[in-house]
């Protein structure tokens, strides 16, 4: 562990260091006769000179080099000549009385030789490589990024995910399903005496952030039994095989560790449908589904492996991970109801300090449509704001203002706002809380404010629906509609013109009046007829046409009249309502931002036949 932290390149100059010093070291046991050795070439004739003078101490003949020393010990010199093809030389050496001998050539020692010559390089280059690759591995980013084909699947036991069922508020359905896995994990005894086999695989299916992550980690916290969590995404390798490699390696694991859960978040990321087509194919995710296929097929349900996975478009998946044995149970999460948010907001409040004037209820009435994770970014908000502020609870207010962050952006407080802009952007709103509010079917006003948000809507008019109903009549979609066209109507009928502030509310009125024609059969033109399919429907729901290109015309001219229809309808009640209109945008001007009572109120003054007398 403390090697790690170390800088690898430090560590390399280090093993330098070392190496070079254990070199310098042998040179001195090994070698020492060479290393204080000098030499000094001389002639024969030299040689024989020094001989006959008697200067000459002993001499060593190899091949035809001799080499020989002084008998002046100060002299340091080792004499090398020519060994001249002298054949008196002996008789000569004998002459002078100097040893002689002939250099046998020196048999080293086998092993020493292979040490020096194979072993100890081979063992440096290695140390070296490896070194090399450690520091590679730190910046490729952890210590796994090499070693091929070992899966990094983190065992979670209870105690690491610390979630339990009480974490996910609503998900009733999703988690009495999941509750069957946990019982058969505890006492697989009970599942087997009557001969039913529990599924070997469960799918998580719905759309972003409602809680498909946390209820695996929820399910692992209340089984304690080995939590194997993977994201889809880490299968994905830079080599063909190693994605292949991994998922064989965990399925090795959870099979030791059994009874245990093996989850695979994202799984869409490999378990996209295997293309017909060769050309656009991806090997290295084939192969990798090919093997998650082979092992959910190879082990035993008995053993209580259960594998879940979770993902945001099932319709994505092959259709052979569904299919019987493998991934056979699926279990919908879908974006919470009217109550399911507000005991989400309930659960995320529950380590927030609350002030007495909290409504959760009224919170969730205003977040239709929200998902657990946005509404747990509205708590947090929330309660950053309070301490923005100074104060130390979070107030209603607080969650409102967190709700509108969450939905539209943030209060733009620093931009200036010319006045005539300002004006126009108060009939703007309050076009849309008018028309609102004359209808019946649509959702009562809450709050109208023209304070500006940095996502650039200039304005909000929030509306909260009493209660949730899940279907919606074709009238209710018509006025929401009208609703919407309700702002632009404003503008035209007071400043006879119009502005760029509508484009969300007409790309909002473009949709919803495009699905009345070709989903939800409530064009009189066509009738029941799908004209468009959906093909993400979790994620957004991107739609294409079905339909010829002769009708796809019919269906813009029904959409156009659609919306022509609902704008007249919304600029007459405008029309008829004038004077409120009038106060009402005033007042709103003044107070920037005023409450679903108060605009009421005033609505309510020109409700009275007394006021229409006068
Ligand atoms: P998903 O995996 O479906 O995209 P997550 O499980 O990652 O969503 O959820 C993100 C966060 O949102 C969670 O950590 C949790 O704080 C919050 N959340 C979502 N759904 C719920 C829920 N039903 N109850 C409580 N918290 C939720
Ligand atoms: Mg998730
Ligand atoms: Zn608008």
Redesign the pocket.
Known sequence: MVEQKKNPRKSLIWYCVIVLAVMAVLNTILLPQFSRMKTKEVDYSTFLTMLENGEVKQVEKDGDVIAFNSTNENDPFIYVTGAWDDPDLVDRLTQAGVQFTKVVPREESPWLSLLIGLVLPTALLWGAGYLLMRSMQKKMGGPNAMSFGKSNAKIYVAAQTGKTFA?????DEAKEALKEIVDFLHDPKKYESIGATMPKGAL?V????????????AVAGEANVPFFSISGSEFVEMFVGMGAAKVRDLFKQAQEKAPCIVFI?EIDTIGKKRDSAGLTGNDEREQTLNQLLTEMDGFDGKKGVVILA?T?RPETLDKALLRPGRFDRRIP?EL?DLQ?RE??LR??AQDVKLGPDIDFSAIARATAGA???????IINEAALRAVRLGRFAVTQEDLEESVEVILAGYQRKSAVIAPKEKQIVAYHEIGHALVAAKQTDSAPVHKITIVPRTSGALGYTMQVAEDESVLMSREEIFNKIATLTGGRSAEELIFGTCTSGASNDIEQATKLARSMVTRLGMSEKFGMIALETQSNKYLGGDTSLACSEGTARQVDEEVITLIGKAHEKAFSILKENLPALHELAHYLLEKETITGEEFMEILKKYDSPAALEG
């Open positions: 974490d996910v508020a609503g998900e998580l719905g759309p972003p952030g409602t809680g498909k992550t946390l209820l695996a980690k978040d979770a945001n999460v919470p399911g005991s989400i659960v995320h998902s657990g994770a946005e509404l747990a970014n």
